[in-house]
């Protein structure tokens, strides 16, 4: 049983460039999460959904796309990828709202 | 609007001290998290409440409905207790984006 996997753990992109995130889960979760942590915030909400072909906008969305086309995966694209999205984003699982969140490791990106 | 507060934001405790991190919200909520957050960065559910108490070995979990407040108690402190600890509400409307973060507070427990 993994738990909640991401990939990559470190990125580096130049301004402009795409990318996806990568994040999947084992638990047969229903709901997943992106969130990005940056430095004396709180974690933020990025894209969430609460199951397969269901997905919704958190507090920061813009610039980044998501689908859930299985229950157990969810990426996070970056569309063009700017210097204001450095930072650390954590994906989480959890069988509804408000049931305790599953955090995956992490993956630091950076953008120059 | 939903906010959640934390305090201290910083904490730095002998080993064995009793600590206490404090979080509170500003409108009713349907549960709060307590997450722990390691040096290396992983994040771990420590608990989930909506009334009372929680105990999982030295840690201790309280939350006060009617005063919107919730603490985190740490006995015996230990330097492996060394953390970011996050409180998170489940605002009212239980979706997802309900579910709003404190800051954190740091917590270093020395030797």
């Known amino acids: 049983n993994a738990g909640v996997t991401q990939t990559p753990k470190f990125q580096v992109l130049k301004t402009g460039q795409s990318m996806t995130l990568q994040c999947a889960q084992d638990m047969n979760h229903e709901y997943m999460s992106w969130y990005r942590q940056d430095p004396g915030m709180g974690l933020r909400l990025i894209h969430y959904s609460v199951g397969a072909g269901i997905t919704d906008q958190g507090e920061v969305p813009n610039g980044y796309n998501v689908s859930r086309s299985t229950t157990e995966d969810f990426p996070l694209r970056l569309l063009s990828a700017a210097p204001s999205q450095t930072s650390v984003y954590f994906c989480?699982?959890?069988?509804?709202?408000?049931?305790?969140?599953?955090f995956g490791p992490g993956t630091r990106l950076t953008v120059l | 609007k939903n906010e959640v507060e934390q305090s201290p934001q910083n904490l730095t405790a002998q080993e064995g001290e009793f600590i206490t991190i404090n979080c509170s919200y500003s409108v009713g909520i349907s549960a709060l998290h307590w997450l722990q957050q390691h040096p290396g960065g992983g994040i771990v559910s420590l608990f989930m409440?909506?009334?009372g108490k929680k105990k999982h070995g030295r840690l201790i979990a309280t939350i006060n409905i009617q005063e919107k407040h919730s603490s985190l108690h740490i006995t015996a402190s230990h330097p492996r207790d060394s953390a970011v600890y996050i409180c998170a509400a489940f605002f009212y409307g239980g979706s997802q984006g309900n579910l709003i973060f404190g800051k954190g507070t740091k917590l270093s427990v020395k030797p």
């Open positions: 409440l909506s009334s």
């Open positions: 989480a699982s959890s069988y509804g709202a408000p049931t305790e969140q599953f």
